[in-house]
Each structure stands twice: as structure tokens, then as C-alpha cells.
């Protein structure tokens, strides 16, 4: 798989958690634990989240969010 795969691959499992855990919106962002994301998903959580056209966002409390 090339990088991009991976990439892309690690995003959808992290976005599909987010929407499993109801993270919606700033107000209903969750944790890390509460998205049960696993060690590989939270390694790229800070390379998938924030970015100006990413789809994950991050509070300033450390919760995430779509």
C-alpha cells in the first residue's frame, strides 16, 4: 500500500470512530477514549486532524471533532 493508501486509509477509520461516537460538532467533540481510537489511529490523529482542510478538527481541550 502506498503512503497515500495508507493515509487515506487512516483517516476513514479515524472519521468513521468520530461519527460512531456522535463528535459532530465542536460542542459534542470527544476524547481519544471516548472515540476508541487505537494506538495507530492516535499516532496519526495529529497528522489527520487541524489542518485548514482537514475534516477532523481539534479543540484546544484535546477533544476531536467532524
Given at each position: 500500500?502506498?503512503?497515500?493508501?495508507?493515509?487515506?486509509?487512516?483517516?476513514?477509520?479515524?472519521?468513521?470512530?468520530?461519527?460512531?461516537?456522535?463528535?459532530?460538532?465542536e460542542?459534542?467533540?470527544?476524547?481519544?477514549?471516548?472515540?476508541?481510537?487505537?494506538?495507530q489511529?492516535?499516532q496519526?490523529?495529529?497528522?489527520?486532524?487541524?489542518?485548514?482542510?482537514?475534516?477532523?478538527?481539534?479543540?484546544?481541550?484535546?477533544?476531536?471533532?467532524?
Amino acid at each position: 500500500m502506498t503512503l497515500s493508501g495508507i493515509q487515506f486509509k487512516m483517516r476513514q477509520r479515524i472519521v468513521s470512530k468520530l461519527q460512531k461516537a456522535g463528535a459532530t460538532s465542536e460542542r459534542s467533540a470527544v476524547t481519544i477514549e471516548k472515540a476508541k481510537l487505537d494506538f495507530q489511529e492516535q499516532q496519526w490523529l495529529s497528522y489527520v486532524a487541524g489542518g485548514f482542510m482537514s475534516k477532523v478538527k481539534k479543540t484546544k481541550d484535546k477533544r476531536y471533532y467532524l
